[in-house]
């Protein structure tokens, strides 16, 4: 649960909704690798500890509460550090949820075999000037209200 940005809007209630759910899920019986205000380097540590976590399991649930964007079609969640001036910083900056869905398919043998989970309370407003500054041979960057 990201509540904490540096660059972007505070979010009063993601590490909080991220530590009740964490309780909720420990309670039936999930190994849990929670994280609270994450920076993007924290967030990829946590990202892989979850892909080895869930390479033998038979239910892998992802769970994040925090800044979500989509951009060209693209889902990303936003670590608290993020900051982006220019549309060619986005994949530098955030996470890319097809990242995440990498980690739940790190088996090749298990991937039909396992059941995937994936829960966004993703804040639906852009944490981000909304001038983004684009490639001067791009349009504009595209950004969608919230997750698609």
């Known amino acids: 649960g990201n509540s904490a940005y540096q660059h972007a809007t505070h979010l009063p209630n993601p590490g909080n909704d991220a530590q009740d759910m964490s309780a909720l899920l420990q309670s039936l019986g999930f190994k849990v690798i929670g994280g609270i205000d994450l920076d993007r380097r924290g ?12 390479s033998n399991a038979d239910v892998a649930l992802f769970f994040y509460a ?22 060619e910083e986005i994949d530098l900056f955030l996470i890319p949820l097809r990242d995440v869905m990498r980690q739940m398919d790190r088996d090749p043998a298990r ?9 966004l309370d993703a804040c ?5 000037p909304p001038g983004l500054k684009g490639n001067a041979d791009r349009s504009a960057v595209a950004i969608g209200k919230g997750l698609g």
């Open 43 to 54: 967030f990829i540590e946590k990202l892989a500890e979850f892909g080895r976590s869930v």
């Open 66 to 87: 925090g800044h979500g964007l989509q951009v060209h079609g693209e889902n990303y969640l936003v670590p608290v550090d993020a900051q982006i001036e220019f549309e």
């Open 111 to 119: 991937r039909g075999n396992r059941a995937k989970i994936v829960m």
């Open 124 to 128: 639906r407003d852009n944490p981000f």
